[in-house]
């Protein structure tokens, strides 16, 4: 069974970083594009940032890009957003999802998301 | 950037009639790289829909997508109890891959 478990969550202050992490499972990790994606408490979608299966190409959201870092340990069988500089409008809950093969592409499975709160 | 909007944000339905959710784009999708998902509270969510119009593995037929160019549609053909949420459009036919802003489907 295809599994995506997110870590890393919690209530951080303005101007600090967190770590999330997504431990995949029950698929061949590596070879699949994997994307973080957000959804503010009670708000839509938000495509975040995606990385293609080897690691070599990175993509980022404008609102994040220069902030957030995507990383992938495929011998983990992980991949990872590191956030600096937040925001009190990065607050969400963040998903990660497999983008298959290329990015863009859709999303599936999900996994089931870890809160993230900026706040003083 | 393209802009899903997504009509009507609210749509108040009974059990077993027919819904039919609109998604516009702000300019044409390219090769109809469109997906719809289905989102219950308190969870992640679901892929329905890919390539406008395919169902994805073990979704059920009342749910169909059509549509291409900037106009697609989501329609369930017989509404059951857990059919009443939220659906988002997304489309993968550029950078970024941008979603609608979602169809609340409640029970009338």
């Known amino acids: 069974e295809v599994q995506l478990l997110e870590s890393g969550g919690g209530l951080v202050q303005p101007g600090g970083s967190l770590r999330l992490s997504c431990a995949a499972s029950g698929f061949t990790f590596s070879t699949y594009a994997m994307s973080w994606v957000r959804q503010g408490l009670g708000k839509g979608l938000e495509w975040v940032s995606a990385i293609s299966g080897s690691g070599g190409s990175t993509y980022y959201a404008d609102s994040v890009k220069g902030r957030f870092t995507i990383s992938r340990d495929n011998s983990k069988n992980t991949l990872y957003l590191q956030m600096n500089s937040l925001r009190v409008d990065d607050t969400a809950v963040y998903y990660c999802?497999?983008?298959?093969?290329?990015?863009?592409?859709?999303?599936?499975?999900w996994g089931q998301g870890t809160l993230v709160t900026v706040s003083s | 950037e393209i802009v899903l909007t997504q009509s009507p944000g609210t749509l108040s339905m009974s059990p077993g009639e027919r819904a039919t959710l609109s998604c516009r784009a702000s300019?044409?999708?390219?090769?109809?790289?469109l997906a719809w998902y289905q989102q219950k509270p308190g969870q992640a969510p679901r892929l329905l829909i890919y390539?406008?119009?395919s169902r994805a593995t073990g979704i059920p037929d009342r749910f169909s997508g059509s549509g291409s160019g900037t106009d697609f549609t989501l329609t369930i053909s017989r509404l059951e109890p857990e059919d009443f949420v939220v659906y988002y459009c997304q489309q993968y036919g550029s950078s970024p891959q941008t979603f609608g802003q979602g169809t609340k489907l409640e029970i009338k």
């Open positions: 300019q044409s999708v390219s090769s109809s790289y």
């Open positions: 390539g406008a119009s």
């Open positions: 999802a497999n983008q298959q093969w290329l990015v863009p592409n859709w999303f599936d499975p």
